[in-house]
């Protein structure tokens, strides 16, 4: 009997995330190492359980994580986008919930580019008057 996977792509900043659900005992592996170990941060492994808790699926499903790009923070934000989008490819029911919390929107912000003439992206050399 085939195992039921269900795959997803999560994005955030430059960090891309590949997501494969399946049943399981609640394992989340990250570039095959344990959650607790890629992501030593409470807070960004909250954020990537923000999804499950929401539907009450967590400790039902063992997630392996495929992220590259980007620093901590857009890391976890990809994973849970991720997460969030094959959460719904195995139960359409969900969409409404994710949607409404806003865990299925791509966050479009990215970095500004550099300006020629300035400092950063925005930020000016100091101007003397005199």
């Known amino acids: 009997m085939a195992e039921i996977k269900y795959t997803a792509t ?25 959650v607790e ?6 807070v960004l492994r909250m ?10 699926a967590t400790g039902k499903h063992d997630i392996t994580v495929k992220v590259e790009g980007g620093g901590p923070t857009g890391q976890a934000g990809a994973v849970r986008h991720g997460i969030s989008r094959a959460l719904t490819r195995m139960d359409a029911d969900l969409r409404g919930r994710l949607k ?5 929107t791509r966050d479009p912000r990215e970095k500004e580019r550099k300006k020629y003439g300035l400092k950063g992206a925005r930020k000016r050399f100091q101007f003397s008057k005199r």
């Open 10 to 34: 999560g994005r955030r900043k430059t960090s891309i995330a590949q997501v494969t659900m399946m049943p399981g005992s609640g394992k989340i592996v990250v570039n095959k190492k344990p």
């Open 47 to 56: 954020i990537i359980r923000q999804p499950l808790e929401l539907v009450g």
């Open 37 to 42: 170990t890629y992501f030593p941060r409470e």
């Open 100 to 104: 409404k919390e806003g865990f299925l």
